[in-house]
Nanobody
Framework: QVQLVESGGGLVQPGGSLRLSCAAS????????MGWYSQAPGKQRELVAT???????NYADSVKGRFTISRDNAKNTVYLQMNSLKPEDTAVYYC?????????WGQGTQVTVSS
């Protein structure tokens, strides 16, 4: 069983920045494919960004050029640097790990972008 714990959410003004962190348990973190997903009220959960074990990244069109996903295998942690935040980025952000075809989710962290 893999446990994922997100942190770093909060309230930020439009144009501001936040960095989300997701700490994962397990001895083989470097082999996990990791991702961030968001879920706004009344909407389905959707992909924000993913990173493979080899470091290849993929982004939703809505965040390209503003968000950056990265990983630190020595710390078993994946990050999401969010810049130029917009009110429409407001959502609960979930960390995801895919291990041998099985998906695992964290509990989520709230990001609110508002003046």
């Amino acid at each position: 069983q893999v446990q994922l714990v997100e942190s770093g959410g909060g309230l930020v003004q439009p144009g501001g920045s936040l960095r989300l962190s997701c700490a994962a348990s397990g001895r083989f973190f470097s082999t996990y494919a990791m991702g961030w997903y968001s879920q706004a009220p009344g909407k389905q959960r959707e992909l924000v960004a993913t990173i493979t074990s080899g470091g290849r990244t993929n982004y939703a069109d809505s965040v390209k050029g503003r968000f950056t996903i990265s990983r630190d295998n020595a710390k078993n942690t994946v990050y999401l640097q969010m810049n130029s935040l917009k009110p429409e980025d407001t959502a609960v952000y979930y960390c995801n790990a895919v291990i041998a075809g099985t998906g695992y989710w964290g509990q989520g962290t709230q990001v609110t972008v508002s003046s």
